[in-house]
C-alpha cells in the first residue's frame, strides 16, 4: 500500500486530540450514544453499507465530501462502530489522500503503517475516550 510511505511515524497524540475535541464538541453522555452514522455526516461523509471483498471499509474524498463504505457482511455492532470511527480517523487526519482501503492485512499490521495506527487510535478514542474510560476503571482491580 503506497500511503505508508506518506509519514514517517504516528501522530498518535493528535489523532487521539482529535477525536477527544469531537467529544467535547458534541458533549456525548456515553460512548455508546455516539451516532457515528450522524457524526461521519455532519463531517461532510455518508456511511454506506456494501458487500465487500478484500476490506472491511473504505474511503473516498472528494474535496470536503466523502463517502465511507462499510462491508454489509459485518455483523458484530461492535466491529463495525469501529471500522467506522477508524475511517472517519482517516477522514480527520489524512486530508491529502483522496482514497483509503482498508484490507484485512493492514488491520493485522498496523504497526506497519503511521496512518493506520492514527486512524485505529482515533477510532479507539472516539469509542472509548479516555477521560470517560478512567473514570469507570480506576477504583477496580484488573481480571481475567
Known amino acids: 500500500m503506497s500511503l505508508k510511505k506518506g509519514k514517517p511515524f504516528a501522530e498518535l497524540i493528535k489523532a487521539q486530540a482529535a477525536a477527544f475535541k469531537i ?41 470536503n465530501a466523502g463517502i465511507i463504505n462499510i462491508d454489509s457482511g459485518i455483523s458484530q455492532v461492535g466491529r463495525r462502530r469501529f471500522t467506522i470511527a477508524h475511517e472517519l480517523g482517516h ?27 492514527e486512524a485505529n487510535c482515533f477510532a479507539a478514542e472516539l469509542l472509548m475516550p479516555t477521560f470517560q474510560f478512567r ?5 477496580r482491580q484488573p481480571s481475567m
Open 91 to 117: 477522514w480527520e487526519m489524512h486530508k491529502e489522500y483522496s482514497q483509503f482501503l482498508c484490507d484485512e492485512d493492514d488491520m493485522r499490521d498496523y504497526g506497519q503503517s503511521p496512518l493506520e495506527m
Open 135 to 139: 473514570k469507570a476503571i480506576e477504583k
Open 23 to 63: 467529544h467535547k464538541l458534541l458533549e456525548f453522555p456515553h460512548p455508546n450514544d455516539v451516532p457515528l452514522d450522524d457524526l461521519a455526516m455532519s463531517r461532510g461523509v455518508l456511511v454506506v453499507e456494501k458487500p465487500m471483498f478484500g476490506a472491511e471499509g473504505r474511503l473516498l474524498r472528494n474535496g
